[in-house]
């Protein structure tokens, strides 16, 4: 079968869930101009229909069948465990608009979205990660082979108003993109949560250790994405021979930080395909 197309004049879209992550989206999309007579959104609760009309002053529906109806682009933004009911009471709508659809549900593949739809559906995985909140995400995107170059290129702008995109062409390597970055940000936390609760029992006061931590990361992300340099070498140019730097750096290591890291990754990463197959 060919890929399905994505018609020019089909610019509606329509998101299913209207959480903080569907929010984030609307919000990055509305920020370049998009119009919001253009995004549609379905969610069961009358009070986050109402707060998304209200902020965005976008359409509110309360049946994703409504939401769906005359849009392009469908974004599939509900809880993983609801997605089958949902997908499958659209099919048939899916069936005769042939649209292209986006899931941000982690753990599960295109091919069960795909055939959920009823099949013959151009279907992009995505996993975006929290800071898409503040515009500041990165998603990983993978698209099944019903997705032509246009949708590719749809799809692709409507992650990036939350922050640069990665496409991923073996969708084997999703697992690995949800334990990278989908999950990451939660190591991030749990580092600064250690680094406060370290600095306490330093004698700081609790006020100043939070601000001491939460600059420290902020500045240290920010060196990563505003230089050229790869993170090892950033490293070596704060940690002077002897100094107290090493002092710490030697101590993760002789804990066995990277291997550490690297097990709490691949467990993700399984999880993540266990997660599939669950639902599959």
């Known amino acids: 079968m060919p890929p399905a197309s994505v018609s020019d004049t089909d610019t509606a879209t329509a998101f299913v869930g209207g959480g903080n992550m569907a929010r984030s989206l609307i919000g990055g999309l509305l920020a370049r101009d998009a119009d919001p007579r253009t995004i549609r959104v379905a969610d069961p609760n009358a009070g986050t229909r109402e707060a ?14 409504e939401a769906v109806a005359g849009a392009g682009t469908w974004v599939l933004a509900t809880k993983p465990q609801v997605l089958r009911e949902v997908c499958e009471a659209l ?10 659809v986006l899931s941000i549900a982690a753990g599960i593949t295109a091919a069960q979205l795909e055939r959920w739809l009823g099949g013959g559906v151009a279907v992009v995985r995505t996993m975006p990660n929290t800071p898409a909140l503040l515009g500041a995400g990165v998603t990983g995107l993978f698209a099944n082979a019903q997705v032509d170059p246009t949708g590719r290129q749809r799809a692709d702008a409507l992650l990036r108003s939350a922050g640069p995109t990665v496409w991923i062409e073996d969708e084997a390597r999703m697992d690995a993109v949800t334990a990278v970055s989908g999950s990451g940000p939660a190591y991030v936390f749990l580092l600064a949560e250690a680094m406060e609760a370290a600095a306490v029992a330093q004698g700081l006061p609790p006020a100043d250790a939070r601000t001491l931590v939460l600059q420290t990361v902020l500045g240290a992300a920010r060196m990563l994405t505003e230089s050229d340099e790869a993170p090892a070498a950033l490293r070596q140019r704060v940690t002077s021979p002897g100094g107290t730097t090493q002092a710490a750096i030697e101590a993760f290591e002789a804990g066995g930080l990277r291997a550490l890291v690297a097990e709490a990754i691949a467990s993700a990463a399984r999880r993540g395909a266990e997660l599939s197959a669950a639902n599959d």
Do not use: K, Q, S, V
């Open 52 to 65: 998304l009309a209200r902020d965005f002053g976008i359409l509110t529906f309360e049946t994703a069948a």
């Open 91 to 100: 099919a048939p709508l899916a069936a005769e608009a042939r649209p292209l």
